[in-house]
């Protein structure tokens, strides 16, 4: 039943995703950026946390779950650090899957040859 979940919550993010590329003139980037910060309030407010209880990876990887991450990161390192937290709590979190992308990003550019989208 969890797979069930994490389908369902992960497609609904994806699904909310694809219509505003579809309906509205945001760029990927945009929406990229906006889903990101949407995460970090949606934590902030305490509204992401049983979302992610509930659906587990189908809310902690798209990228309203990095935004989570990052957020959930900074809050337990300002409570261990003080201020300092702000600075390093969100990418101390997020620093496998930022490592993962960069690290995947550099072979997918190595492999694929590069061409105008003409």
Do not use: H, W
Not at 71 to 81: D, M, R, W
């Amino acid at each position: 039943m969890e797979f069930v979940k994490a389908f369902v919550v992960g497609g609904l993010i994806c699904a909310i995703g694809q219509v505003l590329i579809d309906r509205t003139k945001m760029t990927p980037a945009r929406i990229l950026v906006s889903f990101v910060t949407l995460g970090v309030i949606l934590t902030a407010l305490g509204i992401y946390e049983p979302i992610v209880e509930f659906a587990g990876a189908g809310a902690t990887v798209p990228l309203t779950g990095f935004g989570y991450t990052m957020a959930k990161g900074t809050l337990e390192s300002i409570n261990e650090k003080g201020a300092i937290g702000i600075l390093t709590g969100g990418l101390s979190s997020a620093s496998a899957g930022i490592t993962a992308a960069v690290f995947f990003g550099y072979l997918a550019a190595l492999v694929s040859k590069p061409g105008d989208k003409n």
